[in-house]
């Protein structure tokens, strides 16, 4: 029996009425939830990826300001746009599109921003909260995503053993974080693995946020394991797939993740989810 799909684009639907909820109840009170984007520079890629957050705000009620900056901005001058940001009470959230053009400093341009507008998730402040279990911060958008999933199909966790392979900050090791703090017993595999399909083979759940297309193939996978595939690559035909061979890995899986149509979509909805967070919190401090 092949896998059924974990539909993220029906759970994003689905989460995003209850954020425009959220969104109109804040903003009947004067606290009309505000996240701003900031993308510097021409990259086709990363335009559209700004022009679906934008659009994703607009259907819920939240208000976003883009800032369009020159791909040779310097970093004082972003530093300054953050600044501003971080003093403008009408915005909650602040985005800065990554990847930034090679002469900016990504890493303190994410710690410039005032971790209470974290909605990345990015901030050493949301990475140090999220590993200790304190209160405060955001979680990361896309692992977060993916443990929405996780529980919309029910899968239970504690004493589950989970894979993730890739350990990038921004998916791989928060969404190992997340998984721990369900109490699944977590192995992180990464580019220096060895026999990286031993140990993918004994996953119950299996997160591949790599970044190759097909990395993650039939044998590699134990049957009726969960598969949540983070992967966002462009094949030779210019089609979007992910880093696991779906049509291979669904024969086996009990659940499996589409791209596009899987995490995707649910990345957006956690960012619009911190948004309302962020402004809910600050509405608490009024
Ligand atoms: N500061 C920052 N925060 C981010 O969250 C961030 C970023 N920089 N830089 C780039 C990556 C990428 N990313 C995606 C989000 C949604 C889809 C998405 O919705 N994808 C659709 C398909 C879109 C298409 O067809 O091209 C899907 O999977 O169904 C893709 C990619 C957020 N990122």
Not at 234 to 253: H, I, M, S
Request: with cysteine; net charge neutral.
């Amino acid at each position: 029996m092949p896998a059924q799909l974990i539909d993220g684009l029906a759970l994003s639907k689905k989460l995003r009425l209850q954020i425009a909820q959220q969104a109109q109840a804040l903003s009947e009170q004067g606290l009309r939830p505000g996240l701003a984007v900031v993308l510097v520079g021409e990259d086709p890629a990363s335009q559209v990826y700004v022009r679906n957050k934008i659009k994703a705000c607009e259907e819920a009620g939240i208000h976003s300001v883009l800032q369009k900056l020159p791909a040779q901005t310097s970093q004082q001058e972003l530093l300054e746009h953050i600044a501003a940001l971080n003093a403008d009470a009408s915005i909650h959230g602040i985005l800065v599109q990554l990847p930034l053009p090679k002469h900016l400093d990504a890493d303190a341009v994410i710690e410039a921003i005032a971790p209470e507008k974290d909605v990345d998730g990015f901030h050493i402040a949301s990475a140090g909260a999220l590993m200790t279990g304190l209160p405060g911060g955001f979680w990361p958008c896309t692992p977060h995503g993916c443990l929405q999933m996780l529980d919309a199909i029910g899968c239970e966790l504690r004493g589950k053993h989970a894979v993730v392979v890739g350990r990038s900050n921004i998916v791989g090791k928060p969404m190992a974080m997340m998984l721990l703090a369900r109490s699944a017993t977590v192995t992180i595999c990464h580019s220096a693995t060895a026999d990286l399909g031993a140990i993918t083979r004994q996953a119950d759940v299996l997160v591949a946020a790599v970044g190759k297309e097909k990395l993650i193939t039939r044998e590699m996978v134990k049957p009726g394991a969960v598969v949540i595939d983070v992967g966002m690559n462009r094949n030779a035909q210019g089609k979007l797939c992910g880093d696991v061979d779906f049509e291979q890995v669904q024969q086996v899986a009990s659940w499996i993740t589409p791209v596009p149509g899987g995490v995707g979509p649910m990345t957006i909805t956690m960012l619009l989810a911190n948004t309302i967070e962020s402004a809910q919190r600050a509405a608490g401090k009024k």
